[in-house]
């Protein structure tokens, strides 16, 4: 018996564009994985032009003729064209950050992989899920990093052994803290003063107690902790490279952290 065809009945017309239909739902999937990528590397620390170029690079990878990208700190807008799907737009909303450059450097090479192999959507959502689920340092080495950041910068801007001793214990105590309030999911402003008070005041105890000399030395260590770094130089190589909008909003966010912070620990001297 002769085997039909499922678009025996349809027109030539029909049947492309069904043939279309096919393609634009494949190439929404493929897009998807790509906005993906592109998210996690910018909640990593990857600047703006970083992650354009990246979305650009494994769209037209993934069979598209053109690709244009427009990105911001908190959202991503990509258009794909190719004459087999047409035009295909996804938006994606971008909320949080956590700094991880040894995953945004795993995701770079992801981009580079899926561009030189041409990977499919199953083994790229495959490598992709092993990316996100590498396991990051141990909370034990994370509280170690913290106190010896807090001692090593009392001692750097001239602090004494007790400052820098102090200034470690608080920086455990901080990332303590730090831990319990992103499990409430607040925002980065709310962190910052809380932490930042309680640095301060944390500070001021261990002088009166006689278990530090010098408040500002303490505190010193404990606000390096805090201090915007990363983001505060993406936004100036964000602007430096052209991406003004992108540049000035992250530089402006930075700043207002910092302002944050300084209140948090002016808040904490008032009140000691």
């Known amino acids: 018996m002769e085997e039909i065809h499922p678009y ?3 027109s030539p017309a029909e ?3 069904l043939s279309r239909m096919e393609e634009a739902d494949r190439a929404n999937e493929y897009l998807y994985r790509v906005l993906d990528i592109g998210q996690y590397m910018l909640q990593c620390g990857g600047e703006v032009s970083r992650v354009e170029d ?3 690079r494994l769209c037209l990878a993934f069979g598209a003729e053109r690709a244009d990208v427009f990105t911001i700190t908190s959202s991503i807008v990509v258009t794909i064209y190719s004459t087999r799907f047409g035009a295909v737009t996804q938006t994606r909303r971008i909320t949080g950050s956590a700094y991880d450059l040894h995953r945004l450097e795993l995701l770079n090479q992801l981009s580079r992989r899926i561009c030189a192999e041409h990977l499919s959507l199953e083994d790229t959502g495959r490598a992709l899920r092993a990316i996100v689920n590498t396991p990051q340092y141990s909370f034990g080495v994370q509280v170690f990093t913290y106190a010896l950041i807090s001692a090593s910068f009392s ?5 004494s052994w007790l400052d820098a001793a102090a200034s470690g214990v608080i920086g455990v105590v901080l990332k303590c803290m730090d831990r319990l309030i992103r499990r409430t999911e607040a925002n980065a402003f709310l962190s910052s003063l809380l932490c930042s008070c309680l640095g301060g005041l944390l500070a001021g105890g261990a002088v009166r107690l006689g278990l530090g000399d010098n408040v500002d030395m303490i505190s010193i260590g404990n606000i390096m902790l ?3 770094g990363i983001a505060l130089t993406n936004s100036l190589r964000d602007m430096f490279s052209g991406n003004t909008i992108s540049g000035l909003m992250r530089f402006i966010e930075a700043i207002l952290l910092a302002l944050t912070i300084a209140f948090g620990f002016a808040l904490a001297a008032s009140l000691i």
């Not at 001692?155 to 602090?159: E, M, Y």
Request: proline fraction near 6%.
């Open 155 to 159: 001692l750097f801007f001239g602090g």
């Open 54 to 56: 990246s979305i650009r």
């Open 15 to 17: 049947i492309d564009q």
């Open 8 to 10: 025996h009945f349809f």
């Open 226 to 228: 805090l201090i915007p």
